[in-house]
């Protein structure tokens, strides 16, 4: 009999979400995160990809030449992810990241001022419009950002730093709440 | 060190997302000799002046890139991705 029984949580389940007049922290429930990688030159993979994927359950964000994160608010089962993976493959291989990689919303009024403190990547909605992503160092943590609204982005951490990048974004966040 | 780089992926980027790894040089030929490859391993010019490097966008795009740039006035002068075969490293 094992002493310690290992449990299966989302990195992030007993953080409580942050509100507040300026800034608010939350993460989603766990859904499905899909990491598509193709030939770099391939300029059609985007679309294929979209194809594959219905385009009202998973939203595709840029990540390098090559490569997209497929993010869908629901869990994907293994049988569904295998259909995706055939109906890709050989030109794009999918990765289940969904466990891999944490969500961490923010949004609020003040979303930019608090990011600036931590990205170099110039966040004005001129520069960085809704819809764009980029794969940046927030603080030390490397993480995929992406502007879901006009004071509203997504955070991709890896897992084991999503609890870091949590702390740093609550402690970054003080000022303006 | 330049502190802004034009990742041509990316764009304009800090330093800090990216790790060097040294001079991009020709490699020689696999029977070129022990004595251009102990030169190209270990041996390194420091000049004052242009010098190509590989840069890897390790907290980006993760892809491998050439920058050219002066060690004196630190000018990034350009900027491209390694397994670019339409130019020739100059
Ligand atoms: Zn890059």
Redesign the interface.
């Known amino acids: 009999m094992p002493e310690f029984q290992i449990s299966r949580r989302p990195a992030l389940s007993d953080k409580q979400p942050v509100t507040g007049p300026g800034i608010e922290i939350s993460t989603p429930p766990p859904g499905a995160i899909l990491h598509a990688l193709a030939q770099p030159g391939d300029a059609g993979a985007r679309g294929f990809i979209e194809s594959a994927l219905m385009s009202d359950i998973f939203s595709i964000r840029p990540v390098s030449p090559g490569q997209w994160f497929s993010v869908a608010d629901d869990p994907l089962s293994h049988a569904d992810f295998r259909n995706l993976c055939e109906a890709l493959e050989p030109r794009v291989d999918l990765v289940d990241q969904s466990h891999g990689r944490t969500r961490i919303i923010v949004q609020g009024p003040q979303v930019e001022a608090m990011l600036a403190k931590g990205t170099a990547i110039d966040l004005h909605i001129d520069q960085f419009t809704v819809g764009s992503a980029a794969s940046t160092l927030i603080g030390h943590v490397s993480a995929h950002l992406t502007r879901t609204g006009e004071h509203c982005f997504e955070i991709l951490v890896l897992r084991s730093f999503a609890e870091n990048m949590w702390d740093d974004l609550v402690r970054m966040s003080r000022e303006f709440n | 060190m330049a502190s802004l780089v034009p990742c041509p992926?990316?764009g304009l980027?800090?330093k800090?997302?990216f790790t060097i790894k040294g001079a991009a040089l020709p490699r020689p030929s696999p029977d070129a000799g022990a004595d251009a490859w102990l030169d190209h391993v270990y041996l390194r010019d420091n000049p004052r002046g242009a010098l190509d490097e590989f840069w890897h966008h390790?907290?980006?795009?993760?892809?491998w890139l050439i920058v050219s740039r002066d060690t004196f006035s630190h000018e990034i002068s350009a900027c491209r991705?390694a397994?670019d075969p339409a130019k020739e490293r100059s």
Do not use: L, Q, V
């Not at chain 2, 390790?58 to 892809?63: A, K, L, M």
């Open positions: 992926h990316c980027r800090p800090e997302e390790t907290s980006g795009c993760r892809r991705d397994a």
